[in-house]
């Protein structure tokens, strides 16, 4: 709390009840923003109340005073909180949520002045949330605990833990620092759990700014690791589960603890802990993430990314799968080649593929209506859900059984046959068709099911038409416009016009209970009675259609790890039918993916923007690229004006690559890759002002991370490196990185470039080749053909593009003058000598090396020919050039 919010120990001592309540439930969560219980609100006093008025736009108002002090105070009722939930967690804010833990008659026997107990029963936080209406169906809700542990070597080793409390999903992995941010950036968690003290240290403070996702502190805790988890799964080992590391079983354990902090008691559905370590991934850092648009634009938008063109999704679960699988492709091409099995079986069997597809999206999201039933906060509809998701795996099943399926999908209808018929035909019986999202209202279980539930509704409904002919014969003996009406705080009343109520005053029959402004209100002795025998029958049908829910939870929650089965199976064959119609639909073919250094694409096209063509009723232009090599692959040095489709290029390529190990046809005639290991992309511009980083600064450091990483398996795309300095620094820089690519890195490499001069380096790298955009001119302009060609540009077209822009005339024509000046001082003679003269890179690394005067004397020691006294002086000498 702030300055202006009391101090807890003193304040409370003089405060009302109420609020020494609330301070002291708020000082012990001062990070999250309070909703507090009040009858039907949640009220929010103090700082919070300020903070939460100005977040969602509601009036701030007062309640009494403290201290002297009016108390700032705003409210948002109860039926709505999770509208304004959303507001709160989309803003980055983490909501207790403080509930009655004890019925008001309890309070009141203690005496008059006594609060209702009240306690925190959950914490709210973006990574943490698993109401549908505060979830987008198809994107993972998931957050990642970090923690570290020293590997076998010293060194530390750090293990991320994603869970997603939504859907049950837990996964750890281990990394090295240098990895830390691409394994977060495959994550793309909604909040970051890590202790307090990696939380303070900069490099991995960094990390998880890069990510824009809340950091939530977890404080400390001695407990050991392993009992954490044994504790929360309820075994005596964790013999059973995959073989965790150290850095792996920390984080999973993390995790286990921002559960149980958050959600107070309440054990989600979790799966154990899956180990990624052996499922290896494509490692794309967060800045190729973001460069090459895969999930999202540059503007935060979904529409116009790649997932957007390939999504042809039919379930939530399986718009989550797929994105999983394009934000973490796989490196293993059996496994490729699995998946690709599967998409082929779907694209050539249209009929199946159609019906497979309609089922499918008639099948509620089942991971997630489990997850909150274990959490206690599902429904009727989540129960209902649960049913309708077995009967849609036999159904699915039997479509399937007798096709002749490639092993992904035979093994997934195996899952989906066994799916439980009994359970579902009893959720079937027990609940009423369309059921409610609240089971606190009741009326959700079918006549028939029960008897003393039929008998308890019976008198429930009969007594209602008792009220009905009671407020006919009232009204007849009075003569007045009288009404029976019920509320929470006064039960069953009479309501009549305030000018008619004194009639009623008059009358001893009734008893006057409540004056407002235009009514009055009454009972009687006979309306006390009946309200007691609706009561009683009312309490009596709820608790027992409560009881059929919990039993029906309970059997639900058993077979959890099942359910969690099914829902995968559904979600599986979702996206490769899903795949076979993107495949369908867009013409595109299925890669070859092997063991190799190829790298050869045929006719490629970039998916997202032929999409955006092809709704415009244009024609993409494909273009080969064959970077594919032996020991090493081959760099392609590509020139030509903007706008002429080098950007497009550079990246389509990329794009093919991912696609195809993710497991997808590809936009392309012919396509054969070698299993790619780490994918970079330095393409586009742009300031990080907020870390005081310049447009060349990020384009450096991004450069230095791919120099630094890359192996001869990566595939890098570089656009304009140098471009952000100035002419010859820029140049020098773009030179040397080509040749560390081409030496050291030895990786398969696109690199655009407006420096033409790089492309006599073709003369000293055998790896190298040139391509250029096709350009023509045509009626003193430039038109781009955008056709990739071997070969090199002869000039830049930039004076043409100024004139597209729509500069001034007189600006283009000076432009051309001076450009005509210039290239009449052949400025790219020197450099074009420098070619043959300078040494190449590994030679000027080698030379660069520093001397060790310490190391060299020791060579020239041969210490068998030596005796003690020479050997003691030899040391000597040796101490004496430190």
């Not at 859900?385 to 849609?392: C, N, P, T």
Request: with cysteine; proline share 4%; charged share 25%.
């Amino acid at each position: 709390m702030s300055e202006r919010a009391p101090d807890q120990a003193a304040a409370a001592a003089r405060a009302t009840p109420m609020i020494a309540q609330y301070i002291e439930i708020k000082a012990a969560n001062t990070d999250c923003l309070l909703f507090y219980r009040m009858g039907d609100f949640y009220e929010l006093f103090f700082d919070d109340a300020e903070v939460a008025a100005r977040a969602l736009g509601i009036m701030l108002t007062k309640r009494g005073k403290h201290l002297g002090e009016d108390i700032p105070m705003c409210g948002v009722p109860v039926e709505r909180a999770n509208d304004y939930l959303q507001k709160l967690i989309a803003l980055g804010h983490r909501v207790a949520v403080c509930e009655q833990i004890e019925d008001p008659a309890e309070a009141r026997k203690r005496g008059a002045k006594s609060v209702v107990k009240r306690d925190v029963v959950r914490l709210v936080t973006p990574g943490t949330i698993t109401e549908d209406a505060l979830l987008d169906p198809a994107r993972a809700n998931a957050f990642a605990a970090v923690a570290r542990a020293r590997g076998g070597d010293g060194a530390w080793r750090y293990g991320v833990a994603g869970v997603d409390i939504s859907t049950g999903a837990f996964t750890v992995v281990e990394c090295a620092e240098s990895e830390l941010s691409s394994t977060l950036a495959r994550l793309e968690p909604r909040e970051i759990v890590a202790a307090e003290t990696l939380c303070r240290e900069e490099a991995l403070a960094t990390a998880f700014a890069n990510l824009g996702a809340p950091v939530a502190p977890l404080g400390r805790d001695g407990g050991d690791a392993a009992r954490r988890l044994v504790n929360f799964y309820g075994v005596t080992t964790l013999d059973g589960f995959s073989a965790l590391s150290e850095a792996e079983l920390a984080a999973a354990a993390a995790a286990i603890l921002f559960v149980e902090r958050t959600q107070k008691g309440s054990r989600p559905a979790l799966a154990r802990p899956l180990s990624l370590r052996e499922s290896a991934a494509l490692e794309i850092d967060a800045a190729t993430r973001v460069n090459l648009e895969l999930m999202r634009t540059l503007s935060g938008a979904r529409e116009g990314s790649l997932l957007s063109v390939v999504d042809l999704t039919v379930t939530s679960a399986g718009a989550r799968l797929l994105a999983e699988r394009l934000a973490a492709p796989s490196t293993d091409p059996a496994l490729i080649g699995a998946r690709l099995d599967a998409v082929s079986f779907f694209l050539e069997r249209p009929e199946i593929r159609a019906a497979l597809r309609s089922k499918l999206a008639r099948a509620p999201d089942l991971a997630r209506a489990v997850s909150r039933l274990s959490l206690q906060r599902g429904g009727p509809r989540d129960l209902a859900s649960v049913g309708a998701a077995l009967f849609a795996a036999r159904d699915i099943a039997g479509l399937l059984a007798h096709a002749e399926a490639a092993v992904e999908v035979a093994r997934d209808v195996a899952t989906l046959a066994s799916a439980d018929a009994a359970l579902a035909q009893e959720i079937a019986r027990s609940l009423k068709d369309n059921a409610p999202l609240d089971k606190r209202g009741g009326d959700f279980v079918r006549e028939g099911r029960d008897a003393a539930l039929d008998e308890a509704r019976a008198l429930r409904d009969e007594s209602r038409v008792v009220i009905a002919s009671l407020q006919a014969r009232y009204a007849e003996a009075t003569g007045t416009k009288l009404k029976i009406k019920h509320n929470n705080f006064l039960g069953y009343f009479l309501e009549v016009p305030a000018a008619q109520g004194e009639k009623l005053l008059r009358d001893e029959t009734f008893t006057h209970r409540q004056t407002m402004a235009d009514a009055m209100r009454f009972t009687t002795r006979e309306l006390a009675d009946l309200q007691s025998r609706i009561a009683s029958a009312a309490d009596r049908a709820l608790a027992r259609e409560l009881a059929i829910f919990d039993a029906l939870s309970n059997d639900v929650l058993a077979r959890a790890e099942e359910l969690q089965a099914l829902a995968q199976g559904f979600a599986r064959l979702d996206v490769l039918s899903a795949l076979a119609e993107v495949a369908e639909k867009r013409n595109w073919t299925r890669p070859s993916v092997d063991q190799s250094l190829d790298f050869n694409i045929v006719g490629g096209r970039h998916p997202v923007v032929e999409a955006s063509l092809e709704a415009q009723g244009k024609a993409f232009a494909a273009n080969d690229c064959d970077l594919s090599g032996d020991k090493a692959g081959r760099i392609a040095v590509v020139t030509g004006p903007n706008m002429a489709g080098k950007s497009t290029f550079l990246r389509q390529n990329a794009l093919i690559a991912l696609l195809a190990q993710a497991g997808s046809y590809v936009p392309a005639s012919e396509a054969k890759i070698g299993v790619v290991d780490r994918l970079f992309s330095r393409v586009g511009a742009s300031d990080d002002l907020a870390r005081g980083r310049s447009t060349f600064m990020v384009e450096m450091v991004e450069t230095a991370a791919i120099l630094n990483c890359a192996t001869p398996r990566s595939l890098v795309i570089l656009d304009e490196i140098g471009r952000g300095t100035a002419t010859f620094d820029g140049l020098s820089i773009a030179w040397a990185t080509i040749e560390h690519l081409h030496e050291v890195n030895r990786s398969r490499a696109i690199f655009a470039t407006h420096f033409h001069e790089l492309t006599q380096l073709t003369r000293r790298m055998a790896r190298l080749v040139n391509l250029t955009m096709k350009v023509t001119d045509h009626a003193g302009g430039v038109v781009f053909l955008h056709e990739v060609i071997k070969g090199a540009a002869d000039r830049s077209y930039g004076v043409h593009v100024a004139q597209l822009a729509g500069l001034p005339p007189s600006v283009v024509a000076r432009a051309h003058a001076i450009l005509a000046e210039l290239e009449a001082a052949d400025r790219r003679a020197p450099v074009e000598a420098l070619i043959d003269d300078l040494p190449l890179f590994k030679h000027v690394v080698q030379a660069a090396q520093p001397k060790d005067a310490l190391r060299e004397a020791l060579a020239k020691i041969d210490p068998d020919q030596m005796s003690p006294r020479e050997a003691l002086a030899a040391l000597y000498a040796l101490k004496g050039k430190l």
